[in-house]
């Protein structure tokens, strides 16, 4: 009997490691995270330019969750809670929507609690997420994307040192709209240590 080779990638988000920065810390959600969750979950500014629409209530964003924790058993989850150290509030999300391992490179998406907009947080968690892409993980490529008219996505992009590639025209159908869709990217060899 063979025995497969566990993906390695799944090895590390089976047990998702805690990320740090000067005033973050990234860690596995919980579903202690509800409240805080559902809190910018709920906001339509928030939904707005994402692919997804609002939380209705609590109980919804907790069925979310009990979801995440349920793939991040087998691996299956990339993504952050984006949290506050000094108080341990969850304020949004961090991590790859997609990783392609054959051709070492990712995507990296964020969501992000008003009350926390233009402090340069997005940024930051954003840059934690590219650190562990190219050192941890040993990605070449990171890639991030946003609807057209999400300008304030592309400003934090650029702040971590991503370059606009620009737009594909009504590439997505989102909430029933074709929609375009703009590019930025970073390569590891553009990335400081």
């Not at 959600?29 to 409240?35: A, P, V």
């Not at 709920?42 to 330019?49: I, K, L, M, Q």
């Amino acid at each position: 009997m063979f025995r497969r080779k566990r993906d390695p990638i799944a090895e590390i988000f089976s047990s998702i490691p805690t990320l740090q920065t000067e005033r973050l810390t990234l860690r596995a959600m919980r579903r202690s995270d509800r409240q805080d969750m559902y809190e910018y979950a709920s906001d339509p500014s928030v939904t707005r330019y994402l692919l997804w629409d609002i939380h209705p209530n609590e109980e919804y964003t907790g069925r979310y969750l009990d979801y995440v924790v349920s793939r991040y058993r087998i691996g299956d989850f990339t993504d952050w809670a984006v949290t506050v150290t000094e108080t341990g509030k969850m304020i949004g999300t961090c991590g790859f929507t997609r990783i392609d391992a054959d051709h070492r490179k990712g995507e990296v998406g964020y969501v992000l609690n008003p009350a926390y907009w233009g402090q340069g947080i997005a940024a930051e968690a954003v840059r934690a997420v590219l650190h562990f892409a190219f050192f941890r993980l040993k990605l070449n490529r990171m890639e991030a994307k946003f609807i057209r008219g999400n300008e304030r996505s592309l400003r934090v992009m650029e702040k971590c040192g991503m370059q606009f590639e620009g737009y594909q025209r009504e590439a997505m159908l989102i909430k029933g709209q074709y929609c375009d869709i703009g590019y930025a990217s970073i390569l590891r060899s553009e990335f400081p240590e």
